[in-house]
């Protein structure tokens, strides 16, 4: 997993160059490379503004970002009671953390900073604030959901870097579609980068809330304390419940999140299943860090939920990528991971640890075409009866090469890999995954059949290491996997096999039509099931049919009677029972020829060949060196 840049940086503390930035000075002003390039700013003080934290600077800032497209804030804490708005081609910058921006208003969803275009085809281009720090008033006045810090409403090619958003009572940034309900606003080219977003006391809404956007990409930055307990999480994507809102190409990269609070997530996408003008899709969450104490998810995706339509296989794509992001929930119940209604996702080279069962699916929703890789699902042991995932109703479903290292609780009836829980799924695949406990927590199942209804015809299981937990799961291609103990699953034979403990049955929920064991104590073939049963095989203690064992080692059994048996002395029992004078089945059959044989048959130890010749009707048998009358 590749390093987050702003991973090593302590929790309560970070640096406003989140990569290194050589300074330039121009005109007095030591500025970073992005701002570098404007040629005429002018230093707030300039204007009246004063930067004591207690005189209202608000009417000297307007003033200042109205007459320059460069606004300096040198160090200071500048009092703002009421939205200052910014025009395009503006760029505020400040010195760093030192260069304080106190909001106090409390104007619903506009913000320290605030840009509202306008109109839905209108746009505020160019757009930067940079290298400060706002701070909100959430620990004296506490939460108010729609009082932001940042509010950008129509913007185009907007930056926000290097800053500390810090103590917002509603979203420190908010990327929305107006500050009054119904306005259709647009975002594109939102960059987010570098800061340093806290919420102090997890009493705000979001860090980040995406109501609209295209090409919005949220970068290296470290979210803190964010989110009381009934609001969604420190990055929320979640367009209102209009069919006008355009949310793609949504980037989250980098990110490091740290005892951040919500109900939904730490990184939710939650879309209302309206039918949109234009259709969401590109969502790339990647090399993410979160660390939670919360029952929330880690990252979350959802098209509608349970009271709504399901997905259904004319549902637009969604192109959802998730990888290698580390979720760490430790002992808390939280969730890795959800996925509600969703389609065309792929979640690659993440870390779980710790916490309770992650969903594919639930109650009234439905997935397609989702893939698990190369994901690893370590001490996924708590909560009630854990599993690392748990899949519910969908179609082309793959897990692929992934590991789940002790999962499931050490004492307990239930725990483990995964899940099938209530639903249906077809085109299931379990190709190449790992099920393994070497702290010994793991000892439940490695996939469990949870009244779920398998469409077996169309799963397939190959190339898994089960050797932690017995498997429910029902297909139809069974293929080198190597258990300890697995059901519905041929045994490997393939190179260096090991079959110590081998077992085949048909449904473990159903009477046994056949039992394949290789364990010395037990039998090779059981046949409980009354109508049809047919099998051949070896097993040191017998084997049985028709419900009753049989004390010869081999034989072969159709329509639940022996054909042929080999008993301990090596008697080949041809078939059991006596035959009528008039019988005309149930004979020994043995090769004929007609006349004489003179061939030269292959030779055993100890074991002669026969052969009748018909046209003589005489019995022959080999030995010493040619063929013999049995006479008379």
């Not at 639940?560 to 029972?577: A, E, H, L, S």
């Given at each position: ?15 406003l ?44 800032i ?30 505020v ?6 260069s ?7 104007a ?41 810090l ?16 810090e ?18 606003r ?81 990184i ?22 979160i ?23 004319s549902?637009?794509?969604?192109g ?7 979720v ?8 890795g ?7 065309d996702t ?29 994901n ?131 449904d473990?929920a ?19 099931n ?20 049989n ?27 006596d ?17 004489t ?16 010749d018909?046209?003589n ?16």
């Open positions: 997993m590749s390093t987050i840049k702003i991973s090593q940086l302590p929790a309560a503390t970070l640096p160059s989140g990569t290194e930035i050589t300074p330039i000075v121009q005109n007095g002003v030591t500025k970073k490379a992005s701002v570098a390039a404007l040629t005429a700013f002018v230093n707030v003080k300039s204007y009246g503004a004063v930067g004591d934290g207690t005189t209202d600077d608000t009417a000297a307007q003033a200042a970002v109205n007459a320059s497209d460069g606004v300096f804030f040198p160090s200071g804490t500048y009092k703002v009671t009421s939205a200052v708005s910014l025009k395009t081609n503006n760029t910058f400040g010195e760093g953390p030192g304080v921006i106190l909001y106090t208003g409390t619903a969803t506009q913000g320290a900073f605030f840009v509202n275009s306008g109109s839905s085809s209108a746009y505020v281009d160019n757009v930067t604030i940079c290298d400060l720090k706002l701070l909100g008033q959430v620990a004296s006045l506490g939460f108010s959901e729609f009082v932001h940042i509010s950008l409403n129509g913007v185009r090619n907007a930056v926000v870097e290097r800053c500390v958003v103590g917002f009572r509603g979203d420190g940034i908010y990327i929305g579609s107006g500050d009054l309900a119904g306005q259709e647009h975002n594109i080219n939102v960059t987010v980068r570098d800061c340093y977003i806290n919420g102090v006391n997890n009493d705000n809404r979001n860090g980040i809330s995406i109501i609209d956007g295209s090409g919005i990409n949220i970068d290296n930055n470290y979210f803190l304390n964010t989110t009381r307990s009934n609001m969604p999480g420190a990055i929320d994507v979640e367009p209102d419940v209009n069919v006008y809102h355009i949310i793609r190409d949504i980037s989250i990269r980098n990110n490091r999140m740290i005892s951040c609070g919500g109900n939904v997530a730490n939710s996408v939650f879309l209302p299943s309206v039918a949109y003008t234009t259709m969401p899709n590109g969502f790339n969450i990647e090399n993410n860090y660390q939670s104490s919360t029952n929330s998810y880690g990252i979350y995706f959802t098209y509608g939920n349970s009271s709504g339509p399901a997905l259904t296989e549902t637009a794509e969604f959802i990528r998730i990888s290698k992001n580390v760490n929930y430790g002992s808390v119940t939280g969730r991971f959800g996925l509600g209604n969703a389609n792929v979640l690659e080279g993440n870390e779980f640890i710790g916490g309770t069962t992650s969903f594919i699916g639930g109650a009234g929703v439905n997935v397609l075409d989702i893939t698990l890789r190369n690893m699902f370590v001490d996924v042991q708590y909560g009630v009866d854990p599993f690392a995932v748990a899949v519910y109703t969908g179609s082309r479903i793959k897990f692929e090469s992934n590991i789940f290292k002790d999962c499931g609780p050490a004492v307990g009836a239930l725990g483990g890999g995964i899940e099938f829980a209530s639903g249906t799924t077809s085109y299931v695949d379990i190709i190449g995954n790992i099920f393994v406990s070497p702290g010994g927590s793991f000892t439940q199942q490695a996939i469990r059949n949870s009244a779920h209804t398998f469409t077996g015809a169309t799963n397939r299981l190959i190339g898994n290491s089960l050797i932690a937990g017995a498997n429910n799961f029902v297909s139809a291609i069974n293929l080198n996997n190597y258990p300890t103990s697995i059901y519905n699953n041929i045994p490997n034979f393939g190179v260096n096999a090991v079959p110590s403990a081998y077992r085949l049955s048909v473990g159903a009477t046994n039509a056949a039992l394949f064991d290789n364990d010395d104590t037990n039998v090779q073939i059981t046949s409980t009354g109508t049809v049963n047919q099998a051949s095989g070896y097993a040191i203690g017998g084997f049985a049919y028709n419900g009753t064992l004390s010869n080692p081999w034989g072969v059994v159709t329509n639940n009677t022996p054909r042929m048996q080999v008993d301990v002395y090596d008697n080949i029992i041809v078939t059991n029972g035959r009528a004078t008039s019988a005309t089945d149930g004979f020994l059959y043995v090769p004929s020829c007609a006349g044989p003179t061939g030269t048959p292959r030779t055993y130890t100890d074991a002669v060949p026969i052969i009748v018909r046209t009707n005489k019995l022959y048998f080999y030995t010493n060196g040619s063929w013999r009358d049995a006479g008379p």
